[in-house]
């Protein structure tokens, strides 16, 4: 029985918590740590069977019972709380992204593998039923070569102008998943990326010096072409479509529904409109994420998607960043240096 | 080249006059005769290049010229008209139903039979793309043997109190398509049904005796399960659909509608609605059937659906009818006899 | 925290037990019964944290800190055990059919009554998110009155010829599902059925009495019309689909699929097949039929589907019974007397 | 009734002379004329009903009766037969593109200005039903403002490599197509290219100095952002689609299928691949384009696709090409000087 902690108890920590206690038969959350603790937090973890209560992550990080950590606090405390607790022995799973700053994600990197211990990075919809169906078409060579990788990520709604502020900018914070989706399907490496973008949702946005919809095309090692397509908010909620095109053939997935009742009136006919945000759409992606995080620390294994894997997709989203801004393409091999 | 007269210009009549104009070659229609003929069709008819014009369809069958007929006149002269033309030595097309009584319907064919000319019925639907479809997945042996088979059949609108009263009632009027599809698809006989009905349409329509909305069970000669569903008014448009299921898998067919455009809004996603009716449905069947029939004289070949085709369905519909009044299942021999 | 015995260790009880553990909070199952209790379950008991194992079902209702009980034994057993549970003072979820014989079912009604406990039914597909979405629909008044219920169930492979000789024959082992549906979708009682059955599947089905491909027509109360089409054996899966049509439009439901993913080749465009048995497809459903019969335990209401809505079924199965002995539409009130 | 002259009789002209024939009841086509005129077309010319076969088109122009010709010559030869027939007074139907020099387009503008008579391109994707759809329901105001306008152009097959190297190259040549439908669906004009390409099908089109694979970013004039991506061969057919999306939803259309046939076996659930190839696809848009030109002429009212909707496209691919080339983003205003 491997003992967890969590660290940030904020919306995905508790989805971690909650899915674990569901769904993962060989661990346990023991104990949850949060710099805004309170009463409501303490009821739900004891709700959870959770035993501990912290203010202070770094008691987590002592308790030696524990076996693994996963990271959930604010995007800007990735970096360093992982440092410490590679340092401290824990495997980690870890929110994308690791950080902002490349530097500080190689620190992490050269911290993880001198203490040797495993981690996760998390790319939720990697373990999505429709991605993966894709994945596993284009592995078992029915589409042929990959010739063209399209992904379609559109927001029911944007973030408030307060977090538009601190994400780091759309493509670091929302079309980062996409890029790891990129990378996941095509099973190559972006070399080049471009990006066109404009404030079309909300002038906010851009006054908040952001963009909110933006097409990015991006060159592949493997020849092939990837184009990704994001708007901040889709009237008709959360869309999450991708598509391989191949020397083959092409495979390509639509959105999920709360059911498929299709309705025929006088009106026309009506289906349902897509789940509604992430926690609709990936809820059984959060819990297989784990359980794989889980099973690669008990049977010593790899994880599914490491630390590199969350090195390279914050790499395209500075490249696309400076592309926007110097208005033509940008190659990897740019910001890496 | 063939030389055709048409006998009814009603709706079905022009169809096929339009429809022979455009998109079949080696005919042309050289007469169109009507007891009611006006001012409005003969200009009709003058665009359409058919030099004669006529109140009694006697002229057409005295024409020596004329090649072939099509019997696009009321119900209850079809069998009569056919019975003369197949006398004048005209090849005949006879819209559906030859005949309410089974007895007038064979005198048809021991006519045609002596005369020795093509008579094929309007069974439109087995030139249907989609009903095609299914019956060539069927024959070429996809989903093995069949054990259901399926049609629903439901109009957009019922007709007029007036017609529903001469119409010879919704099973021969309406289900009588269904009848023949069943059969056409199947590739076997009906030889028991049952029917359910009730009039839940309109009640003006119970009041002249018949029903509008119906289940037809059928037993056919090969084992197989026939079952068809229909209703006088379906608020979404004119509902064409249909299946057969086998022993190694199905193949099913859904409506046809004038784009492929899905909207997704903030109310859902929605889709076009079925082509509204039988003539935006059928109208490239109709062509279809036209064809054939020239090919058929032309070639000296068989006709696709022959006079036993045209028998076959009314007594199904006389039997469907006898079941829905005496509450039983009743067979296809009680009705031959 | 609500007390459970489950009595019946086989595939449903362990199914029951799992998404307790997995999907309800305030109940958890203290103990299991099974005459063939053994190592294997033991150590899947234990695993699933469930206390005590017993072969004697009695032991479970001796306990009197148990609340209430899940009756997953084989069907012969459902009613004695009912009736004894009842008067032991327990609620009650019995797995579908309570029985064959109305009598006995009736008596259950009567003890049940008398004892003043809840008593649940498990047809588990009323809470299914397809169908659901269906009733809400008829129930919203967006198609109008109800006109045809057309329930599309058949399975992907035939029972073992052992089962179909006990199992009381496909409509009551099978098709009473769907005769639940029928009246769970219209709102409305079943007055008189008729079938028309064969045996195209198995000939073996045939040998035991039984047949395994049928189409049965219901008569309606509110007037509307059902109908039923079911196979033993679907080569592509498990199909379960419906449609309610009414005087304003339709709403229908396809099948769930393991992905939404869609692979267009030289060959053709190709997706999933339906989700393969119940297990898949409704896994939720069963989750949700028992948090729903723990909450009308909680909080005293009404449980979703009652004693009487297990006694109709079995009535409507009979007279499909007979209606395909006697080649005859029978009456409900035939068999009620 | 309008005379009508063909100046070029292969694929395209003969699939206007039969498109004419079937379905432009008030129009003919008088004459056809062929550098390459044979026995064959001219037989074929008969059959039709065409009158006058020549091999210089100079003959059509100087028939005084001929009111309006059709341009489907070699492209080399769009711009100067245009200006000649201006000049011969005729209404003038040209195939896309007019030409690939801008200079000689602005010359043919000038020309048609100044003997005042009708101009209408041939894209005829802008008839296609489906493209129709999309217009319409932006038009509507349903998805509001458009924001993202994504076009998918994939051929069934790449053409020959001698025809390649004539081309212009894949934007000219087959790109030009979804430029006009950006502007189109968008109602704006395009201001900055950017493309991406590479040899992903077939070397000897590299070779040939072209690719065959490409995605193009493009930026409009109202803000939104289009997106293209193209491939010289998809294994399943001919893949046309397009989607608009805006601030209050979107709007998609997916490919047109021989049927709407789906069989379920035990390999999975299988539909029709789209349509072949744009003979197949675009037979009604053809006609479609022809009758509103003819329209024009007759009412004297503006062409739905004037010379000026053909020379943008041009300017598109232009830029598209040097954006290639120079690997850089590219403003139309950089072509137009």
Redesign the interface.
């Known amino acids: 029985m491997i003992k967890l902690g969590i660290i940030g108890a904020g919306r995905i920590g508790k989805v971690h918590a909650e899915s674990i206690n569901?769904?993962v038969?060989d661990a346990e959350v023991k104990s949850i740590a949060d710099p805004f603790m309170n009463e409501e937090i303490s009821k739900w973890a004891e709700?959870m069977g959770i035993k501990n209560t912290y203010k202070d992550y770094k008691e987590i990080l002592n308790d030696t019972e524990i076996d693994a950590v996963l990271v959930c606090s604010s995007t800007d405390t990735h970096s360093q709380i992982s440092i410490e607790a590679a340092r401290a022995g824990k495997h980690i799973f870890c929110e994308k992204p690791i950080d902002h700053d490349v530097e500080k994600i190689k620190e992490v990197l050269r911290e993880v593998e001198k203490a040797g211990v495993k981690y996760q990075v998390g790319f939720n919809r990697r373990f999505d039923?429709?991605f993966?169906?894709?994945k596993e078409?284009v592995q078992s060579g029915?589409?042929?070569?990959p010739?063209?990788i399209?992904v379609t990520s559109?927001d029911p709604e944007a973030p408030p102008i307060d977090y538009v502020r601190v994400s780091g900018g759309m493509f670091l914070d929302m079309t980062i998943h996409d890029f790891d989706m990129i990378r996941f399907l095509s099973g190559s490496e972006v070399e080049e990326v471009?990006a066109?973008?404009?404030v079309?949702?909300d002038p906010a946005i851009g006054e908040a010096g952001d963009i909110d919809?933006?097409?990015v095309?991006l060159?592949l090692a493997n020849?092939?072409?990837?184009?990704i397509?994001n708007?901040r908010?889709?009237?008709?909620g959360y869309?999450q479509r991708a598509e391989v095109?191949g020397?083959?053939?092409?495979?390509?997935?639509?959105?999920?529904t709360?059911?498929?009742?299709?309705?025929?009136?006088?009106?026309?006919?009506?289906?349902?409109?897509p789940l509604h945000f992430f926690l609709e759409r990936y809820m059984q992606a959060y819990a297989e994420e784990i359980k794989e995080f889980i099973a690669a620390v008990v049977n010593d294994t790899e994880v599914p998607v490491n630390a590199l894997d969350g090195l390279k997709p914050v790499l395209i989203g500075l490249a696309a960043k400076k592309s926007i801004q110097e208005?033509?393409?940008v190659k990897i091999s740019e910001i890496e240096m």
Not at 223 to 227: D, K, N, P, R
């Open positions: 569901k769904y038969v709700n039923h429709n993966r169906a894709i078409t029915k589409i042929g070569a010739h063209i399209k559109r471009y066109m973008g404009n079309l949702v919809t933006a097409i095309t060159k020849g092939a072409l990837g184009v397509d708007s908010q889709a009237a008709y869309d095109f020397s083959k053939g092409s495979v390509a997935v639509t959105n999920d709360g059911s498929r009742a299709v309705i025929s009136t006088q009106e026309g006919v009506a289906a349902e409109k208005g033509r393409p």
